[in-house]
């Protein structure tokens, strides 16, 4: 039986870009999905870019302007992975076109924006998806599981950091990420270490915010320099509406760290370690173990943990970060075709955002505030 084509328009090449492209067409070999995905066309800066793209990446057309992409009637769902600071302006095009949006986080650089968008689309019925594929990991389901079963008992504490090293030269130069209108650390990497603490632990309720410029201006590539006004680091302490307390940490000059997206969770009878370095791994320490053999054990990703077991058959052999990417593909394309929730919409997008601005208000005001 033939299925209905999904026809997709990408604007931007990038890292994300490529990575939108691979689950594209990772997910259909996979899954079985309820459409045939079809690459149909390209965005990028400049017709060269965008024909180069065309042809590395499959697509069948490539255009340098975006907007052909929304006036397009064949095309069905537009991935955005452009600056930040354009997600808004894309994303209402393609949804007043009729067109379901798969946008990269942050989804906009103000709450404010991101609120507009998530009306915009339930308005007109579109399906949307933000770009939080770590969430995917069947290593991140298991944990919530376990603490929604009661393994850990009640939740007391939760620690996480987002930590790479990618802005850590002070000699690396301005970029879009640096663009008050939409970048710093804490929206652009502590936006997953908040989406995973509430994927884990439920609402946050109170936040207490300490968001840090440590390097104050960047060369411009035009011979001079430009002030930074972005954070480079941005915490937090977290009281959770479970009563649970916490802190997370989104830092993009932690040198020598590439990926080090990590939590820790404490409850009355155990606790759960992680590291997106290890990603196919989870640690649990149960006090229910007698003493002297009590320590953190090794739950290793395999078949058992779905839908490892559709990539591969034998525990221990891991999945990658296309894979999550891939996983997040096949739950957005079956949202679309009616079966099931949208994984991670625009309306959670929104809630990632208000987090993110609440702890950038709360740094500047030094006090805890009330997330609305």
Partial sequence: MTKPKLRIGLIGTGFMGKAHVFGFTSAPRVFELPYDLELHTVADITPEAAERARQTLGFAKATSDWRTIMADPEIDLVSITAPNALHKEMSLAAIAAGKHVY???????????????TLAAEARGVKTQVGFNYLCNPMLA???EMIEAGELGEIRGYRGLHAEDYMADAQGPFTFRHDPAGGGALADIGSHALATAEFLCGPIARVMGDCVTMIGSRPDGKGGSREVQVDDVGRAFLRFASGATGSIEGNWIATGRKMQHDFEVYGTKGALAFSQEHFNVLHYFSTDDRKGRQGFRRIEAGPDHAPYGLFCVAAGHQIGFNDLKAIEVAGYVNAIAGKGAEPFNF?????????????????????????K
Avoid at 347 to 371: F, P
Wanted: charged content about 30%; overall charge positive; hydrophobic content about 40%.
């Fill in 142 to 144: 298991t944990a919530r």
């Fill in 347 to 371: 309306r959670k997008g929104l809630r990632i955002q208000t987090l993110v601005e609440t702890i950038q208000t709360s740094s500047r005001e030094g006090r805890w505030l009330a997330v």
């Fill in 103 to 117: 946008c990269e986080k942050p989804l906009a650089p103000l709450a404010a924006d991101a609120l507009e968008m």
